[in-house]
C-alpha cells in the first residue's frame, strides 16, 4: 500500500509508514511501534531524521490534508447543522451552529469602523518678530 521506505544512516530501514494518529502525531511513537525494541532515545533521533526525509514529510501532510476540511466543507455543514429540523438535533448545536456562521459572516461586529478621514492643513511661516 506504502512505499517501502529506507532510512539513512544507523536507523532501521522503517518499512512501510505506520498509521500516523491524526489527533495526536507523535513521530517517536510511530517509530517505537514499528521497533518496539529500540530505546525512547534512539527512536526519537530516529524519528526526527524521518521527519526530515521529503518522501515522508509529504506522505504525512497527504494524510493530514486527507483528514482536513475544508473552510467550504466547515461552513456546509455549520449549515446543515442550523438547517435541521429542531426535533432532529439539540436546540444548542443548532444554536451555537447559528453563532458560529453569524461570526464568519461579521454579523455581529462589535467595532465600529469608522471610515472619515480628518485632514489637517499647518502652514509655516516666518514670525512678525
Do not use: W
Not at 467550504?72 to 451552529?97: F, K, M
Amino acid at each position: 500500500m506504502f512505499a517501502i521506505l529506507q532510512t539513512p544512516g544507523p536507523c532501521r530501514p522503517l518499512g512501510t509508514l505506520p498509521k500516523y494518529d491524526m489527533e495526536t502525531p507523535n513521530a517517536t511513537r510511530a517509530y517505537m511501534a514499528l521497533h518496539p525494541k529500540t530505546s525512547y532515545d534512539s527512536a526519537r533521533a530516529c524519528a526526527s531524521r524521518l521527519l526530515a526525509d521529503e518522501n515522508i514529510r509529504a506522505e504525512i501532510n497527504r494524510r493530514i490534508a486527507e483528514h482536513t476540511l475544508t473552510s467550504g466543507e466547515v461552513l456546509t455543514r455549520l449549515t446543515a447543522i442550523a438547517n435541521a429540523p429542531l426535533d432532529a438535533i439539540d436546540t444548542r448545536d443548532s444554536l451555537r451552529a447559528l453563532e458560529l456562521l453569524g461570526k464568519y459572516h461579521a454579523l455581529f461586529t462589535e467595532k465600529v469602523e469608522q471610515t472619515e478621514k480628518k485632514v489637517t492643513h499647518v502652514t509655516i511661516g516666518k514670525g512678525d518678530g
